[in-house]
């Protein structure tokens, strides 16, 4: 319990720590707007909002120019608050915090150009990993209704599943790169793919399910010859049996 307390505890503190950064180097664009020493909110200029106050002129964009208006008066009040600390804590501690925004923001800005085309195909992949798994829970399902979905679900379901998802995506990604005239015929591709992984998951899970069902089975015995009854005699000295024929048996 201690050392999951300490883990959570640092856990908490590095997030709290890298929100407070980028916060920091969202609200200041250089050191000097961070130092002035009266004490006085500084007016900073944004290329991408413009210069805190100013009203937009497009007078059909009503909704957005309140909106906007709305944040920078949070971003101006954040400021606010910052510019009144001491100048030794803006100098030792608001400083260090804008340094390190200033060098996350910058991260996150040149790697998001890589990223991008990473993270839509991450999300290709799992959109089509969910469409398979949709499309095999109501085929299984269709098949042997009274199975819940955590036994449909099996774990050699869910690797063919997978691995489905993953060659559809990268078949995907290397008929784009190599046939000039894929996107024409992309629809046509990935139904006949989608179909082929369905397959292949469906298939030996039911082939599974259905040896398992008949494994399950008892033996049935074979029936055995029934027995003529018997009835037994006391004469008070001796007593003799007398077998009685199963009438209809």
Known sequence: MTKNVKRTAATTAVALLAAASVTTGSLFETPAALLPDDGAPSIVYNMNNGLDGAEDDDAGAVEDESEEKS????RAA??????QLPLVVRLLVILPLWALGTVILAAAGAAWPLLSPVLGKIAGFALMLALLIGAFVLAAKAVFPDLPVKKLLSRRSLVALILGAAALSLADAILGAAWADYEQAKNIVLSAGFFVA??????PFALREQKHRLNAKPAEKPEQP?????LTFHDGVSAFRVRVPNIGG
């Open 71 to 74: 944040r920078r008066g949070v």
């Open 78 to 83: 954040l400021r606010q608050r910052i510019l």
């Open 198 to 203: 369905l397959s292949c998951a469906t298939i």
């Open 226 to 230: 029934k027995q003529p009854e018997t």
